[in-house]
């Protein structure tokens, strides 16, 4: 009898308020979360339905038509996007991953807080700022050496200014999550500091890292203001880092606004593309970083 009471009396009412709010909250909770699917959503759906129905091979492997021309692709700017990301991730990726493991494993705490408050405050700085920035460094020093202007170096140093900050902060959070027992292990045992860093702290963090990275890309390779600043746009092939190129993001808003079907049509095509580069990108690196765990 006495535990059959207590049962009972551990058992809520579903009249009772706790009960009834704890539904509310739960109801409200996942409306919100639909809702925050909602946006997401459609975007991907009519991306892919605008853009679905302008994809060929041609494409991929010709150049953007004339203004009235019906055949066409912009497989220019493929390559360049693709160049200028790579660019960014040579730039961005080892100065990224080596700050955040010196703010952890090397610096003092106040050193620490100061490079991370620098570090938040440029995440938050409008990517065209970036672009003018990269513009005055870049492109204006490349017209005076005589050695170009507009170029995919200038591009790829603009978008490493916005992959930095991305990278360092979650390489610096997933460094923070590795136990300090391994480092005490891996210390105890006779490693440096710097052995223990190499050898045990980055490969245990190395799958946040990866995906880290992952997310930077992701974010540079959508950005258009700081491109129309430094590499600018070209029809033809990429043929040198120090010239005017093409990119998939300038392309859209170029063709977008134009007047002509043909680009219009290119553009949604493109749009497409950049989505699938993107998502693509993030399912191999979650399988490799998978794999690796």
Known sequence: MTSSFEQRSLTRSPSSPRTLLNTAMTGL???CGVLALVPLLAVLYYVVIRGFSSLNLNIFTQLPPPPFGKNGGFGNAIVGTILMVGIAAVISVPFGVLAAIYLNEFSSQKIARW????????????SIIAGVFAYG?????LVK?????YSALGGGFA??????????KTTDEA????SQDLRQASIGL????????ILVVLPAALPAIVTGSTLAIARAAGETAPLIFTALFSAFWPDSILKPTASLAVLVYNFATSPFPTWQSLAWAA????????????IITRWVTKQKV
């Open 29 to 31: 909770a996942f409306i």
């Open 115 to 126: 490079i991370r408050f620098a570090t938040n405050v440029l995440s938050g700085v409008p």
């Open 137 to 141: 460094i870049v492109v204006l020093t």
């Open 145 to 149: 050496l005589n050695l170009g202007s």
């Open 159 to 168: 978008l490493a200014i916005l992959m930095l900050p991305i990278i360092v």
């Open 175 to 178: 460094l923070q999550l590795v």
């Open 190 to 197: 006779g490693a440096s500091n710097f052995q223990t860093v």
């Open 271 to 282: 749009s497409l593309i950049l989505v699938m580069m993107v998502l693509i990108t993030s």
